[in-house]
């Protein structure tokens, strides 16, 4: 399996503090991508980075793609209390997504 | 742009039943849609990969006879449950891949909560 795996499972940051969230996986992959997802709710996609890129902004985002490593990491910065939410990466590999366990980022007013 | 509804969006069904979740796809056309299944704090499991005018491939262990999924145009996919148990209750996500852009990315419908009593 390819899937990927999040870490920290939870985290619990201060507003204005930014949140580091590590995935790995096990096997190539065309992309990874991340995305948000409020309790309840559909996912919201918020960035894609090729397997060819090694970093990728948008926004308060930056992804990192080590694929040496197999490994990426997503940053947010000057994180809001409306970013509270799970995060989960997905890997990319013939058209289809297999998503890690996820991560519950916790932002306090 | 790039949105994607799912209906309904709740529904309590008895067992013995079955049920069937709409997908849209509002202002782009997908020749594949997915469907996946999540349960309480847990990750999104694909269950099945439906492309417009064939037959869906489903994953392994998913029973192709219990979750019949049609994708009769290029907007809309539909998933079936069949004789629910209660044990199907989860949260059903769709998502859909733009036809004309061809782009890796995913949009994802809010989901529906199936809960069988």
């Known amino acids: 399996s390819q899937q990927g795996e999040e870490d920290p499972q939870a985290l619990s940051i201060q507003e204005g503090e930014n949140a580091t969230m590590n995935c790995s996986y096990k096997?190539?992959?065309?992309?990874l991508q991340w995305y948000r997802q409020n309790s309840g709710r559909g996912l919201v996609h918020l960035i894609l980075?090729?397997?060819?890129?090694r970093e990728k902004h948008s926004g308060r985002l930056r992804v990192t793609l080590d694929t040496s490593k197999k490994s990426s990491s997503l940053l947010i910065t000057a994180s809001r209390a409306a970013d509270t939410a799970s995060y989960f990466c997905?890997?990319?590999?013939?058209?289809?997504?297999?998503f890690g366990k996820g991560i519950t980022l916790s932002v306090r007013p | 742009g790039a949105v994607v509804s799912q209906h309904p969006s709740r529904v309590i069904c008895k067992s013995g039943t079955s049920v069937k979740i709409e997908c849209r796809s509002l202002d782009f056309q997908a020749t594949t849609m997915f469907w996946y299944r999540q349960f309480p704090k847990q990750s999104l499991m694909l269950m099945a990969t439906?492309?417009?005018?064939?037959?869906?491939?489903?994953e392994q262990g998913v029973e192709k006879d219990k979750f019949l999924i049609n994708h009769a145009s290029l907007t809309l996919s539909t998933l079936t449950v069949t004789s629910a148990h209660p044990e199907d209750s989860s949260f059903y996500i769709c998502?859909?891949?733009?036809?004309?852009?061809?782009?890796?990315?995913?949009?994802f419908g809010p989901g529906t909560r199936l809960t069988v009593t």
């Open positions: 997905a890997t990319g590999a013939n058209s289809k997504l297999t």
């Open positions: 096997t190539s992959i065309n992309n």
């Open positions: 998502s859909a891949r733009d036809h004309e852009t061809r782009s890796y990315e995913q949009y």
């Open positions: 980075i090729r397997s060819n890129e």
């Open positions: 439906s492309n417009e005018g064939s037959k869906a491939t489903y």
